[in-house]
């Protein structure tokens, strides 16, 4: 039976699945659903045309979704998304980490793509809507969680590139996940791209736009068949100023106990702004680590690590959490972060981060938000 539910003057048209999985199916799913594998029942949908805004607001199900051969995001990749995770707290309830600082974000991609925004009400009353359904989806298993991947594409029809799409599909899916990285906290070992280039300036490097994915896939391969897990994205002018690895922010450790402190590439417009990146700035500091935004060269990288200087690199972001990075491979040879082992700067805001979002630390930030 359909009812719905309003949010920000749009009303949520609601259409259960009619085969939805059984709470028997769900919990073999759930026992090892690995990164986004798995999905819940249902999907949400909102479109938009620049004649009525956003209208047709809906939660139906997980489907396939029909597209005409033109549609423009298929040809021009108008294409935007976000990632962010749902987690069961100690007491049942459900929650969500920053979830105002991804519907921000992704108007920023937006912008940037000559998108509509979507207010920041539909961003979280989609995933407000979704977890009411599929609430149950949420795991309750150590270190899973429900992740949630809003997104947005053009819609016109037509080969036309003249101008941006005048109507696009905001889609909100969900997926429960396990460890990004197979093993769970295990150090990855690195390749320094010199070859390829993520983002030049005032390029897309700031926005969460699929192209930008898409490019990185074969400097990916080619760090692959060097043996490592993850490239690493140096400048476009000079290849020679680390950016970020793969999709996520690098940070270095310099110092030891009392000395450590935090240095993270700043932002330039063509690394993204992670929302995991600007929590640890904020966290580190008052767990008694200095953090600030700067710039280091592979140079820098390399004689820091040989010297004993930097003890500790680690990459973050919403999907891998926090990931030591261990060992880092490039044209000009190899070499080791201190021992090749997690190191306690990088557990440290590793447990102080993770327990915020499960809900085992005290949120003095107001970043949890209760949404089920």
Same mark, same amino acid.
């Given at each position: 039976?359909?009812?719905? *539910?309003?949010?920000? !003057? ?5 259409? $259960? ?5 059984? $709470? ?36 139906? &199900? ?27 707290? &100690?007491?049942?309830? =459900? ?9 921000? #974000?992704?108007?920023?991609?937006? #912008? ?6 979507? $207010? ?52 909100? =899916?969900?997926?429960?996940? !396990? ?17 390829? *280039? ?12 699929? !192209? ?7 400097? %990916? ?8 897990? %993850? ?38 417009? *063509? ?13 580190? $500091?008052?767990?008694? =680590? ?33 990931? &030591? ?44 938000? #209760?949404?089920?």
């Amino acid at each position: 039976m359909n009812s719905s *539910t309003t949010t920000s !003057g749009l009303t949520f048209d609601i259409q $259960p699945s009619a085969q939805r999985k059984t $709470p028997q199916e769900r919990a073999a799913l759930l026992e090892s659903p690995g990164f986004g594998n798995v999905f819940t029942d249902h999907m949400v949908t909102i479109r938009y045309s620049e004649d009525k805004g956003w209208y047709d607001a809906r939660l139906e &199900p997980y489907g396939p979704i029909p597209l005409d051969p033109a549609t423009a995001a298929l040809h021009y990749a108008q294409e935007i998304f976000e990632g962010l995770k749902a987690y069961r707290h &100690p007491d049942g309830s =459900i929650a969500c980490f920053r979830p105002e600082a991804n519907a921000a #974000r992704l108007n920023r991609s937006a #912008r940037r793509m000559a998108m509509p925004e979507l $207010p920041e009400e539909l961003f979280t009353g989609a995933i407000e809507t979704l977890l009411e359904h599929d609430g149950d989806w949420v795991p309750t298993k150590a270190d899973n969680s429900l992740y949630l991947r809003p997104f947005m594409f053009a819609t016109d029809v037509g080969l036309g590139v003249n101008h941006p799409s005048r109507n696009y599909l905001f889609i909100l =899916i969900a997926s429960p996940s !396990g460890s990004y990285f197979s093993g769970g906290v295990k150090p990855v070992t690195v390749w320094l791209s010199e070859d390829y *280039t993520r983002a030049a300036p005032g390029g897309t490097g700031e926005a969460k736009f699929a !192209g930008n994915y898409a490019a990185s896939f074969l400097a %990916q391969a080619q760090a692959v068949e060097k043996g490592c897990d %993850q490239v690493v994205w140096l400048d476009a002018v000079e290849h020679r100023w680390v950016e970020e690895m793969g999709g996520m922010n690098l940070c270095f450790v310099f110092g030891s106990g009392e000395n450590a402190r935090i240095l993270t590439p700043g932002l330039t417009g *063509t690394l993204l702004p992670g929302i995991t990146r600007d929590s640890l700035l904020k966290l580190a $500091p008052e767990l008694g =680590i200095p953090a600030e935004e700067g710039r280091i060269s592979t140079e820098q990288w390399r004689e820091a690590a040989a010297s004993g200087e930097l003890t500790e690199v680690f990459a973050c972001g919403t999907a891998a959490v926090i990931t &030591p990075v261990a060992h880092v491979k490039g044209s000009q040879g190899e070499f080791q972060i201190g021992d090749g082992t997690p190191g306690p700067v990088t557990m440290l805001l590793r447990d102080e981060l993770v327990g915020l979002q499960y809900g085992h630390r005290s949120d003095s930030h107001g970043w949890v938000r #209760r949404l089920g």
